[in-house]
Structures are given as structure tokens and as C-alpha cells.
């Protein structure tokens, strides 16, 4: 990740990534937050058989889930300036580098929501190999190939910012698949 930010954008491309990661932290702690923390309650009424509760829960989750990802989305539209200059104050270079960045990362919001709850989701319902799939899939699989293509097909440092949201994407089509190929079994 690094390396393919230091080709495309330099070594001040790193501090610009660092801020647009710190912002992802901050932006995705509340649907991160909502997921772990509704885990524990579908994992119980799962336990106890309780597949209206559980339907329930997943189909509540997932709306709250898709409008947090939405809101997510417009706040990092809205304040994405705010946020850069936070960490890149007198610094005009890195301001417009991470001010163009976070605009072009934003786009991964819109997917990121479902893949998280859907790890939790996972998780809860003890199917922690098809979580860690999904975690490791994203990150290690598509980001690497996003990182490694994206640039290179003519998009240069845009594809850059973009690898995170083609990712997510991705991981979007994958975590699609497996909520529909488990749902038989755990009544969602």
C-alpha cells in the first residue's frame, strides 16, 4: 500500500493516507460499534431458536446499517475539508492531496456497512471461518488488487484513493453471496 502510494504520490501521499485513515476510524466507529454491539443479541436469539427475532434483528440491523453508510457517506462529503485540515493546517500541498483523496476514499462508505455487519453478523452466528473470510478477503485479496491495478490502468493516483471503494465492492459482491447462501440455514 505504501510503496504504491509513494510511486503515485509521493512520500507526502503517506501523511495524506494516514489522514483519510484516521478519518475512516472515526467515520466507521459508529456502524463498527452497532455491529459488534447487536452481535451478542442476535447470537442469542439464535441460541434460544428464536427465528422471528433473529429475522427481526438482521432485517432492522441491515436498514440501520444501509442509512448509517449513507450518513457516513454525505459526513465525509460535508466535512472532509474540516477533517483534513485538522491534520494538514499551513501545510497547502497535503491539504489538497488528502481534501482530493478523502472525496475520491468516500465512496467506500456506501459499501463498507454491509461487509462489516455482515463479519459480525458471521461471527455471531458461529460461523467464524466465513467472518474471518470475509475480513481477510477485503483486505488482503481485493484492497491488494485494487492497490496493484487501479493505478495502473490509467487512473494513476486516483486509483489510488479509489482501490478502498472498489474493495468494499467487491467484498460487497462476495458478502451479497454468502448472507444468500446461508439464509436457508440460519432463517434471516
Not at 73 to 78: E, G, I, W
Not at 122 to 138: I, Q, S, V
Amino acid at each position: 500500500f505504501n510503496r504504491t502510494i509513494v510511486v503515485y504520490l509521493h512520500e507526502i501521499g503517506i501523511s495524506a493516507a494516514s489522514i483519510i485513515l484516521y478519518a475512516r476510524f472515526m467515520l466507521n466507529s459508529v456502524i463498527s460499534g452497532y455491529s459488534s454491539g447487536v452481535a451478542p443479541v442476535i447470537s442469542f436469539n439464535y441460541g434460544r431458536k428464536d427465528q422471528e427475532q433473529v429475522r427481526f434483528l438482521f432485517r432492522t440491523s441491515l436498514k440501520a446499517v444501509l442509512a448509517g453508510s449513507a450518513l457516513v457517506y454525505l459526513a465525509s462529503l460535508l466535512l472532509g475539508d474540516s477533517i483534513v485540515a485538522l491534520f494538514a493546517s499551513g501545510e497547502p500541498e497535503l491539504t489538497e492531496i488528502a481534501r482530493h483523496g478523502i472525496f475520491l476514499f468516500a465512496f467506500s462508505y456506501l459499501f463498507s456497512g454491509v461487509n462489516t455487519f455482515a463479519t459480525s453478523l458471521f461471527a455471531a452466528l458461529n460461523k467464524g471461518m466465513t467472518a474471518a473470510l470475509l475480513a481477510a478477503t477485503n483486505t488482503f485479496v481485493f484492497l491488494t488488487a485494487s492497490m496493484s491495478i487501479l493505478p495502473r490502468i490509467g487512473l494513476g493516483a486516483d486509483g489510488v484513493w479509489l482501490a478502498a471503494p472498489m474493495a468494499e465492492m467487491l467484498c460487497l459482491c462476495l458478502t451479497i453471496f454468502l448472507l444468500r447462501k446461508n439464509k436457508a440455514e440460519f432463517g434471516y
